[in-house]
């Protein structure tokens, strides 16, 4: 039985952060969103800030750290980050406790209880910026944000994982290192994407797609459809769909039709 469990509270250009659960720990992995919104997240999926005992930091981009500085100081959290990171997040996050501030080196294992964190380094447009494999019993789950393509190092730190969370415009190669993935993306299809195309004949932007096509991370633009054609195509069967708003709430009128109504997609899936 998967000992380790997920909660992607939000994920995406306009904010990322997650929630790592074991059976006695919980794990804030980035805030990138305000203290507020992070609250109103953790609340929806019934936690609260007093349940977390710390905050991993990937790199130090906004839609990490946004609500990082505010967040760690009402609920006197813990932060770890590698020296890298603390060195180019500092200044944005405001001041911290010293006895706040864990700095630890890639690679190296991070203990809280029975639950083992490790991070690994990942190629993206930051300093110092990594990803995270989880342990806890004979569980093994990992996490990828903000990652361009899987080298032979990602490759093997995230080998035989139970489940890989990946904040992606990418693709299901995760599936060759796992036996499940999570990947979530903004939807090409969403209905004021393409009125703004037909109406303007250019590359449109939302709160979802905020950056312009010219300098931004999204390496591919796509469809609900279009990834689930190509699911379809790989033999690769969907186990969940979330499809939500650029706030990251569930509206009932986008399950209805959601390639239309949809801003961001979560899909679960497996090999066939």
């Known amino acids: 039985m998967m000992g380790l469990k997920m909660n992607i509270l939000a994920s995406g250009s306009t904010g990322n952060a997650m929630v790592v659960c074991g059976k006695e720990v919980r794990l804030l992995v980035d805030a990138g969103l305000s203290a ?62 010293e006895d706040q501030k864990r700095v630890f080196e ?15 380094a990942i190629s993206h447009d930051a300093v110092e910026p990594v990803g995270f494999c989880f342990y806890e019993g004979d569980s093994k789950l990992s996490i990828a944000t903000d990652l361009g393509y899987i080298s032979a190092n990602v490759r093997e730190k995230i080998a035989d994982s139970d489940v890989l969370v990946l904040e992606a415009n990418h693709d ?8 499940q993935g999570i990947v979530t ?4 299809g969403y209905w004021r994407l393409r009125l703004q195309l037909a109406l303007k004949g250019r ?26 054609a190509l699911c379809h195509e790989l033999g690769i069967r ?35």
């Open 36 to 97: 507020r919104k992070i609250e109103q997240l953790l609340a929806s999926q019934g936690m609260s800030g007093d349940e977390l005992d710390g905050i991993l930091v990937t790199h130090e981009h906004s839609d990490h750290i946004k609500g990082l500085g505010p967040f760690a100081r009402k609920y006197r959290l813990k932060v770890y980050a590698n020296a890298g990171t603390w060195r180019a997040m500092e200044g944005q996050i405001g001041e911290l406790e």
């Open 106 to 120: 890639t690679g190296s294992p991070l203990d809280f209880g029975l639950l083992r964190a490790e991070s690994f």
């Open 172 to 179: 299901v190669e995760m599936l060759r290192v796992g036996r």
């Open 185 to 188: 993306f903004p939807n090409f």
């Open 203 to 228: 590359m449109p932007m939302s709160e979802a797609l905020p950056h312009m096509w010219y300098d931004t991370p999204n390496i591919r633009l796509f469809t609900l459809r279009d990834f689930e």
């Open 238 to 272: 969907i186990l969940e769909r979330y499809v939500l708003d650029h706030a990251h709430r569930r509206r009932a009128w986008s399950d209805l039709l959601p390639n239309l109504l949809g801003e961001i997609a979560i899909y679960r899936f497996e090999r066939r």
